[in-house]
């Protein structure tokens, strides 16, 4: 088979979309207080000459400034994360400070509400097949994919949520492992008795081009913790395990491209919501660039790790000047 490169509704309605998107993210005083993000966002998305979409300032941005914050359309803690975060808001939770439903932590009220868009499906199912399959191979993004499935299932979210972002180029070799992870993602629902009209749009063609999208968008959430406690809990599950405590993909945070010396970065304090903050001046018509990956390693490993995970060879000035 032919690999696939998913060119059809690539980016529909970009414009409207982010105009209302920004509207609704933040709502704060402008310019008041740097940590706090200006209403609306001094930010806009347009189209660069190499490298698709970008955002780019609109007016000048003062270092260390709070540009926005952006909730995620879609989260999910890591395997190893699952006793000790919100299974919601990835903060980290302990089971007597939490709110547990059978096998889940929530850290609020709010976040066990918010999870009935998809935890009143998922937690009907047997994901134990599902489960062992991603664990075995190391695989982190189908959870997402599954949360996403839940959540078109319970009409929370539309199945074509992320069709505006990127997505990534998908070798026959990617597709044909992402059929056997669809066959379980089916049958886990199916057993449970999802009824077959419900699962309509959960075919090869949605499912991979979910997984092409969050491949390139996905964020791997470390979080910088807020108080002691965060940080000890977050120094044990590190020795333990890994630092992230899950994954997420959002909309206007997909939409920066990268540099690796960015003017810009991404950070979580104390759960998914992420908040986006200025390394340096930034001047009106500047493009905001963030870090995809390690900016310490050197010049050949950047580009091996951009090119192998996002498709790209990064021009930007550092890689340029062979730094
Ligand atoms: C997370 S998306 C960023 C937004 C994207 N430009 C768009 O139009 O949706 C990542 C993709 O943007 C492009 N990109 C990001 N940084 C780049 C860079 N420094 N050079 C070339 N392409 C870049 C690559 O195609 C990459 O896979």
Not at 15 to 34: A, I, M, Q, V
Not at 182 to 205: H, P, V, W, Y
Not at 227 to 244: G, P
Request: hydrophobic share 40%; aromatic share 8%; proline share 4%.
């Amino acid at each position: 088979m032919l690999p696939l490169r998913f060119t059809q509704r690539r980016f529909p309605q970009t414009k409207l979309f982010l105009t209302s998107y920004f509207l609704s993210t933040t709502n704060n005083h402008r310019g008041s207080n740097l940590n706090q993000p200006s209403s609306p966002p001094p930010i806009k998305v347009l189209l660069t000459e190499t490298a698709g979409r970008g955002v780019f300032a609109t007016r000048t941005i003062q270092p260390g400034e709070l540009i926005h914050t952006a909730k995620p359309i879609i989260s999910h803690p890591s395997i190893a994360s699952t006793d000790n975060v919100c299974y919601v808001c990835l903060k980290i939770v302990t089971k007597q400070s939490g709110f547990q439903a059978q096998e889940v932590l929530f850290c609020s009220e709010e976040c066990r509400e918010q999870a009935k868009g998809f935890y009143e499906v998922e937690k009907e199912a047997d994901w134990s097949a599902f489960v062992a399959h991603c664990r075995t191979r190391g695989l982190k993004y189908p959870f997402l994919a599954k949360r996403l499935a839940c959540m078109v299932i319970s009409g929370v979210a539309s199945s074509d949520s992320l069709d505006i972002l990127q997505p990534a180029h998908l070798s026959a070799e990617m597709i044909s492992q992402m059929k056997e992870e669809l066959c379980l993602l089916r049958s886990a629902l199916e057993d449970s008795g999802m009824k077959d009209e419900q699962l309509t749009f959960l075919n090869i063609e949605w499912y991979a081009g979910v997984l092409a999208r969050i491949r390139i968008n996905a964020f791997r959430i470390e979080l910088a913790g807020n108080t002691y406690e965060d940080l000890l809990a977050l120094a044990a599950a590190s020795v333990e395990s890994e630092a992230a405590v899950g994954n997420a993909v959002y909309m206007l945070p997909s939409f920066y491209n990268h540099d690796c010396d960015p003017n810009t970065h991404i950070i979580w304090v104390e759960n998914v919501e992420a908040r986006l903050k200025a390394l340096r001046e930034i001047e009106a018509g500047e493009e905001l660039r963030i870090c995809y990956i390690d900016a310490s390693m050197d010049r050949d490993a950047r580009q091996n790790l951009l090119s192998n995970g996002f498709g790209f060879q990064c021009n930007c000035p550092r890689c340029m000047s062979n730094d």
